[in-house]
């Protein structure tokens, strides 16, 4: 399975952006899926967590009641909707999977959001 990011772009403060996720591969039902931040310098941010069967998500405190995840079963994507974006949020965005119920064990490589004040 190999997960890749989409919809990395250079944004304006205040702006909503929604990011993509699609897996590819063999058959994809992992226990959930999760988004990540990598800063340089700064320890990867969890962001948000969405069950693949069931539909539970929550989101990391820091960025709770701004991002979110979303999924579309049917076509194996996650997504994480960003709304009111600030100049703090620049990073590479990562998403993985929890293929066993283990802990996140698949990664993409992330795509690159910057956001301009």
């Known amino acids: 399975v190999q997960l890749v990011e989409s919809g990395g772009q250079l944004v304006q403060t205040g702006d909503s952006l929604k990011l993509s996720c699609v897996a590819s591969?063999?058959?994809?039902?992992?226990?959930?899926m999760g988004w990540f931040r990598q800063v340089p310098g700064k320890e990867r941010e969890f962001l948000a967590h969405?069950?693949?069967?069931?539909?539970?998500?929550y989101s990391g405190a820091s960025v709770k009641g701004r991002l979110y995840a979303l999924k579309d079963n049917a076509k194996n994507t996650v997504f994480l909707q960003m709304n009111g974006l600030e100049p703090e949020d620049t990073g590479v965005y990562i998403c993985?999977?929890?293929?066993?119920?283990?802990?996140?064990?698949?990664w993409g490589q992330g795509t690159k959001v910057t956001v301009s004040s």
């Open positions: 969405i069950n693949w069967n069931g539909g539970i998500s």
């Open positions: 591969g063999r058959a994809f039902s992992p226990y959930g």
């Open positions: 993985a999977a929890d293929s066993q119920g283990l802990g996140y064990d698949i």
